[in-house]
């Protein structure tokens, strides 16, 4: 899903840099979508969302089973 959201804002990234040249270096001087920056963006897109998912996940599983059911009721 991170990878699938990475992938959406690339594929907008580029619109933008293309139509809203003056708008986009206002902004965010000296901004340039290369090949580079287009694989820095997924890589972390794709590293927060596995660390997103791996942590909960982690926690969840040092959890004793019996005990939480127990907990809720």
């Known amino acids: 899903m991170s990878l699938v959201g990475g992938l959406l804002g690339l594929a907008l990234s580029f619109p933008a840099v293309i139509f809203f040249p003056s708008e986009v ?11 580079t920056t287009a694989l820095v963006g997924l890589a972390v ?11 909960p ?12 059911l127990r907990k809720v009721g």
């Open 57 to 68: 996940a982690c926690q969840a599983s040092r959890v004793q089973i019996a005990s939480a």
């Open 25 to 35: 270096t206002q902004y965010f001087p000296g901004l340039e979508v290369s090949r």
């Open 45 to 55: 897109s794709l590293a927060v969302g596995l660390l997103a998912g791996i942590i």
